[in-house]
């Protein structure tokens, strides 16, 4: 079959070319089979280009129809419908009971092993022969083995009166037409899209109603797995008797198949029991149960069915597997620079509590004032607040090990920074504003130097917040300009307000020499130094030393 995707566009060849008269009866037998057998999917051309909608198995069968020139709606005005047999996973085929000039025919298709019980003859171009069941289940078996999603298409005559409902008892001496392969090749990102999972610390699993030897070759392309011993089946899922047994099976195994959807929600729901925290992809009616059960549910924004979407939280747009990974690292992306914004604001705020309460248990007077606070907490530090919300990716999140769902943001090592960043900030501006009144300065003075060392340390502590892990000194500074520009504007709106009349007399403030003011850069650089040995001593702790 000739042609790319799901356009319309291209012909139907056989093993010498154009079909032969004979071969194209054939072929056009087994389309209308193709369109009629519960085929509820669309394709149709407007304003210049082909569109469709519905499951991606009927739409590629409606694809293959029309290049040979056998069409649905014309199909069903010589065929019209008179009942319907709907794909469940439990009989794995779909069927549909019409009328034509010569009577009632009904069309099947499903998976081989479903249909072959129910025919009795093949079709070929000599006409309606003997079944020949092991050769078609080998020919099957070859398709699979490349990756072929294997369908299999059958018709026959049929006499089910009009009281009668229309069932799979209805079903027997049926003409297999023939076996259509399908398959949709695996964008080339999909294998790395895996590896970067893997790095991340996310086990992905694929969980199919496809035949295990087609399963075990998407596996193999994805380095999922390499034997067949490796692919669990839905008929093995049924002979396990108990959750400790499955929720064992769902932890070790990662390829599924021939599996029913009842299943597929067993799997989630035995990796939740586990401890695991699931993610579900799915196109189709039959995925929503598990879509729902999941913790995240990944719906597919093309091909997906409505009732996928509606199932869903997440719906990938481009149905590429890769996004969800790109997905993932945002989401740590943005969590990380969440957890450096409350660092940096509740470590800046722990220090000026500490530098309060020295102050008051020795007696000393407030060492600022409710305006300089203020200042401080609102001009100073909200700008480098807002600067630090844009930090880029530190380029380690999808190697960092998923972090546990109920974990706080304030766990261990968010406390100990915050201790320690409290205690050196608070602690040397309460030396600086104890030594500036001891040496004579009034309190005037002593309150402006406090608050330029404050405004110091802030200007410098937001690049501690940069990274939990990493040394503040190896990250340029030039990757997020934001805050490189926010933290400069930060310090020169403090100095431009010192030489300001009115808001230096409002906050009490004045001009320092660049002599006092180098002396309390070198003050507040003390702050970056215990954080990197706070960074050092944990690398070290970590490495077992």
Known sequence: ITGEGVQPEGHVLGPRGSPAPAEQALLERL????????????IGHRDGHWSHHGDSVDVALLVMAHKLGVVREESLNRFPEQGLIP?????????????????QRIFVKGALEALLPLCRRMASEQGDVALEAEALERQARQLAEQGYRVLA???????????????????????????????????HEARMAIQSCRRAGIEVAMITGDHPATALAIARELE?????????TGAQLKQIDSEAALDRLARRA?????????????IVRALQRSGHFVAVTGDGANDAPALRAAEVG??????GTEVARESADLILTDDNFASIVAGVEEGRIAYSNVRKVIFLLVSTGAAELVLFTLALLTGLPLPLLAVQLLWLNLVTNGIQDVALAFEPEEGDELRRPPRPPNEPIFNRLMLERIALSALVIGGMAFLLF????????TLDEARNGTLLLMVLFENIHVFNSRSETRPALTQNPLRNRI?????????LIHIGAMYTPGISDVLRIQPVSPQHWLQLLGLAASVLLAMELHKWLRRLWQQGY
């Open 31 to 42: 389309s209308l089979a193709a369109v009629l057998a519960g085929n509820e999917a669309f």
């Open 87 to 103: 794909f469940e996973p439990e009989h794995r085929f779909a069927a549909s009971l019409n009328r034509g000039d010569d009577g």
């Open 153 to 187: 298409l059958a018709d026959g005559p049929a006499d089910v009166p009009g009281e009668e409902l229309f069932g799979p008892e209805h079903l027997r001496d049926l003409t297999l037409l023939g076996l259509v392969g399908m398959i949709d090749p695996l964008r």
């Open 224 to 232: 999922m797995a390499q034997g067949a011993d490796e692919v669990v």
């Open 254 to 266: 990662r390829v599924f198949a021939r599996v029913e959807p009842q299943q597929k929600l067993d």
């Open 298 to 303: 990944v719906a597919m924004g093309r091909g």
């Open 434 to 441: 104890q030594w500036l009144l001891a040496q004579g300065y």
């Open 483 to 491: 805050l490189l520009f926010g933290t400069l504007a930060a310090q």
